[in-house]
């Protein structure tokens, strides 16, 4: 298990999502393409990548991660925004569940 881990520590870590229980999103067309549900990262290829519409239809074939709402809404929000990031680093989840205020960096 630890050789696995450590051989596939280059590739979370270039896929933007590490071990933070999260998920990935690009704009692109008309919609965007976002991580699929229930692929563990190191099985995560382009292909798997799954493409919707701003109004929420997939596009094609995959199922969306659960989250894609989130994605979904920052893009509709923000048009200038090119990916979202939405993660779950273990340092975050702790100061969130002792309800700590985080000032804006």
């Not at 929000?77 to 985080?102: D, F, I, M, N």
């Amino acid at each position: 298990q630890a050789d696995r881990d450590r051989s596939s520590a280059p590739r979370r870590a270039a896929l933007g999502a590490g071990d933070l229980g999260g998920q990935l999103s690009a704009r692109g067309g008309a919609g965007f393409l976002v991580t699929p549900s229930a692929v563990p990262v190191e099985e995560l290829t382009e292909g798997a990548l799954v493409e919707m519409t701003l109004g929420g239809e997939v596009v094609g074939e995959g199922k969306p991660s659960s989250e894609w709402r989130i994605h979904r809404d920052v893009y509709v929000a923000r048009p200038e925004v090119g990916g979202v990031v939405h993660a779950h680093p273990e340092a975050s989840t702790a100061v969130a569940c002792l309800r700590c205020r985080v000032g804006a960096c």
